[in-house]
């Protein structure tokens, strides 16, 4: 038996999802620790409560973020003891198809695209992480190059600034939904947070809103959250919150071509 850990966060047990997924399809038992049991809905894994006591392999990639020629990903794997080829990838049957008929019906046959961004990152509630919050206006750009697409924002979090969707689920979902909905979208708009994994996990288009700030970030740990140790996949771009509009404009209209 297998008892894997990684980040206590929602992005982090999506990751954690795709090495259990890994896991088992070689034919081991596995225990994932995980405040988000949804995640693991058919994954044939047991779920336990997350912890950091007792034995247990962890997969997590917090000690290596000062290491930008590996990405956050690979960090995970190397610090769990496998190899590079687990793929970012995972097996997923739509739990809620009421759900995904209701918003694809709503969509009308337009590209779906979730928007996740304008919000606290990590939850933290003292400021901490306040330079990784991207500005309105690269929202405000990207969205507009997107509306010919169905723009639906998605999280809990509380939002800090308003955005031009066409409908907003935040906070009415379950973690289930997330996944659903990230399985069946034609691409995602987002900040740095769970969005990036839900895109990849599904190999779904994402162009991840950057804030320029947090690049530049006096507090080490922040400055090392860059485009080049998180995005793992070539289906995933980014752009700069102070880039100029033509740029982000350009990148947003291309997402649904990549």
Request: net charge positive.
């Amino acid at each position: 038996m297998i008892r894997i850990r990684s980040g206590r966060g929602l992005g982090d047990s999506i990751y954690l999802r795709a090495i259990v997924d890994h896991l088992v399809g070689t034919g081991d038992r596995v225990t994932a620790l995980s405040d988000y049991p949804d995640v693991f809905a058919g994954s044939g894994a047991k779920i336990e409560a997350f912890t950091r006591e007792g034995t247990v392999r962890v997969a997590h990639y917090t000690e290596s973020m000062g290491d930008q020629s590996l990405t956050q990903w690979v960090a995970m794997l190397r610090r769990a003891g496998f190899g590079p080829h687990v793929p970012l990838l995972i097996k997923w049957q739509v739990q809620n198809a009421a759900l995904v008929e209701r918003v694809r019906a709503q969509a009308a046959g337009r590209p779906l695209i979730l928007v996740h961004g304008g919000r606290v990152p990590m939850e933290r509630t003292d400021g901490y992480g306040a330079d990784l919050i991207p500005r309105r206006e690269a929202f405000d750009c990207a969205l507009a190059a997107l509306d010919h697409c169905y723009r639906v924002r998605i999280g809990r979090a509380p939002h800090l600034y308003p955005l031009a969707v066409d409908a907003d689920l935040n906070g009415s979902t379950s973690v289930a939904d997330l996944l659903d909905l990230g399985s069946v979208c034609a691409g995602i708009v987002a900040q740095c947070s769970f969005a990036v994994p839900l895109a990849e996990v599904f190999d779904r288009p994402l162009l991840a809103i950057w804030a320029a700030a947090g690049l530049k970030s006096p507090t080490t740990y922040l400055r090392g959250i860059t485009p080049r140790k998180v995005l793992t996949k070539a289906t995933s771009r980014f752009v700069l919150d102070d880039w100029p509009e033509q740029k982000i404009t350009e990148a947003a209209r291309a997402l649904r071509h990549v």
